[in-house]
């Protein structure tokens, strides 16, 4: 099972949203990192064959998707950053629409939507309206019916907006125990949200690949680059400056513990410590404010 981008380009008018992107993709998660504006939607509604290409293909296993068409859909699940559904909709009426349109049988829809609706927490929503939903209930709804099909490529924009900490874990588990023999492709500027569970990530910046790789790879770029030091609160403003600052905690009244990126230490108490994606994506996106919520 391969999904390969051939040298994609996406022009809307004179900008290059997309840019001469490639990239072999094979079972396991993928984590589609990248700023707001770096082209992540874009690229994914190219992979999931909404949008066509100024330039470039999409395969699947060799053949071009545009001519796989149905059969293509059929193994395809996709979760559009903001997904549509008629008002009058329940939960249970719109899983049940998403399953005719996917050409499933009337059982296998019954036990699919009992299945999911337990693992992402809906079945007491079961009969809700979906307009009644909270944002994240939605967003719950909405990664449902990406998985209703049990697709063989699982395309899923921003999936974790709007989660609390304890249905991003329920998420994560989810998708980890879906994910075997099957492609998943995550984007997210939400980096804790893939750091645990993706396979591979692929790093995207002004519609370009950027860097690709294991986790472990990835951050090897940050080694030795991310430091811890105690320091006096009345200092904190002068280091923002100087150094890149991921976080702060208070360790007491005057002093607070910061963790900081730079290529040398600042001072002599900075101690050296390990990186994480989080640390490497601020690294590559200095202007990104940290968007990752500690869980
Ligand atoms: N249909 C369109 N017409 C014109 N410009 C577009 C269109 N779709 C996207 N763009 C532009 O392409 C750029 C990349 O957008 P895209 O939504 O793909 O990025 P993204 O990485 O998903 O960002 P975000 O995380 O904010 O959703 C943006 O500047 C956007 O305005």
Redesign the pocket.
């Given at each position: 099972m391969e999904l390969e981008i051939h040298e994609i380009s996406k022009h809307?008018?004179e900008?290059k949203?997309v840019n001469k992107f490639s990239l072999k993709i094979t079972p396991g998660v993928w984590g589609l990192l990248?700023?707001?504006?770096?082209?992540?939607?874009?690229?994914m509604r190219i992979i999931a064959g909404i949008i066509k290409p100024t330039s470039g293909s999409v395969t699947y296993n060799g053949i071009p998707i545009g001519e796989l068409q149905e059969k293509y859909r059929n193994i395809l699940g996709y979760l559009p950053?903001n997904f549509g559904f008629d008002p009058d909709f329940s939960v249970n009426d719109y899983l049940n629409y998403i399953g005719a349109l996917k050409g499933l049988g009337a059982a296998d829809v019954l036990e699919r939507i009992e299945d999911l609706t337990e693992k992402l927490n809906l079945t007491e929503l079961k009969n809700k309206k979906i307009t009644k939903l909270s944002g994240g209930m939605k967003q719950r709804v909405g990664i449902a019916q990406a998985l209703l099909n049990e697709p063989e490529i699982l395309i899923l924009d921003?999936p974790t907006s709007g989660l609390d900490p304890g249905e991003r874990i329920r998420f994560r588990n989810l998708i980890s125990e879906f994910a075997r023999d099957r492609i998943v492709i995550i984007?997210t500027?939400i980096v804790s949200d893939v750091e645990y569970i993706a396979t591979m990530n692929a790093v995207?910046k002004e519609g370009k690949l950027l860097s690709c790789g294991t986790t472990a790879d990835l951050v090897r770029t940050v080694e030795n680059h991310v430091w811890s030091s105690v320091i006096s609160i009345r200092d904190l403003y002068e280091y923002d400056r100087k150094v890149r600052i991921v976080n702060t905690r208070n360790v007491d009244a005057s002093r607070v513990s910061i963790r900081y990126l730079a290529e040398k230490p600042v001072n002599d108490s900075s101690i050296s410590r390990k990186p994480s994606l989080e640390d490497l994506y601020l690294w590559m996106f200095p202007q990104e404010e940290k968007e990752a919520e500690d869980l």
């Open positions: 809307f008018r900008k949203t990248g700023a707001n504006g770096a082209g992540k939607t874009t690229l950053q921003e984007s500027h995207m």
